[in-house]
């Protein structure tokens, strides 16, 4: 984009938008690689990689550091290399195998040129909060139909659950009809809204960052869950509950879900 052009836009905009102009720009400028019909899953897999590879990092100097076992959730569990290899094979497989193919597919019916304007910051908060309400919602249905239903726990559900003890690299361990289905939730969401391509990337970054740390199996202070009030987000300990007990806490992310049909469980009353 010229300097005239940025310029223009500039004017045209609201203080709303002047506040995301110049990172919308930024992006915006790398279009050979966000056009490609390889960015979805670039983004998708060194996002994820890149929030799991922290954690990684704590499981490998935990047994030499004991100071860091307080915040886990199983001070004694570290997942070895036979857990953690075939769970990143997994995550790298579908991606390859499933993920592509269908993206390569989106993008043969002409890629969407990306508007020149960038989102203003409040409808872009709004939009990411009602992305994660929604997507709360449907996977809190389809997960406790894959928990009731035996046929759908056993055929599609409970590869994810073969590590009773979260660990990062586990968050995306799971089967292919559980992936597309969660893809599916995402991009109806952002679809329904309308969501500018921004919006959409935020969404996707935290949704992909509270999954993960979701399974990391660390409680710090500065965990999500304890920077949101009132209990109305569940968190690492509470995610942890539903993979060691089974029969609880189906929502990913927050509680009212479990609260209002009973099926919340608190990590306190453990």
């Not at 004017?11 to 110049?22: E, K, M």
């Not at 249905?141 to 009773?164: A, D, E, G, I, T």
């Not at 509470?238 to 007990?245: K, Y």
């Amino acid at each position: 984009m010229s300097g005239r052009n940025t310029s223009e836009v500039h004017i045209l905009c609201s203080p709303g938008q002047l506040f995301l102009q110049p990172l919308w720009d930024q992006l915006r400028a790398w279009d050979s690689l966000t056009q490609s019909p390889l960015f979805a899953v670039l983004f998708s897999i060194t996002t994820y990689v890149g929030f799991c590879l922290p954690f990684v990092v704590l499981d490998v100097l935990c047994p030499w550091v004991p100071s860091l076992r307080r915040y886990k959730i199983h001070p004694d569990f570290s997942p070895s290399a036979r857990q953690v290899l075939p769970c990143l094979g997994q995550t790298l497989y579908q991606h390859a195998v499933f993920v592509l193919p269908l993206t390569l597919l989106h993008w043969a019916r002409g890629p969407a040129p990306w508007p020149r304007e960038a989102p203003e910051l409040l409808p872009l908060v709004r939009h990411v909060v009602c992305c994660l309400l929604l997507f709360d919602a449907e996977f809190f249905v389809w997960h406790v139909l894959h928990h009731k239903v035996p046929w759908l726990y056993r055929n599609f559900h409970k590869m994810h659950h073969q590590n009773s003890a979260s660990f990062a690299l586990a968050t995306q361990y799971m089967s292919a009809w559980e992936l597309f289905s969660l893809g599916f939730f995402d991009m109806l969401n952002v679809t329904l809204l309308q969501c500018h391509p921004l919006t959409v990337l935020v969404f996707h970054v935290l949704n992909i960052w509270l999954s993960v740390e979701d399974h990391s199996g660390y409680d710090f202070p500065w965990s999500t869950h304890r920077l949101v009030p009132f209990g109305w987000y569940g968190g690492v300990t509470h995610h942890d509950l539903h993979h060691s007990q089974f029969n609880c806490n189906f929502a990913p992310y927050f509680t009212h879900w479990d609260r209002i049909l009973g099926t919340l469980r608190s990590a306190h009353a453990k």
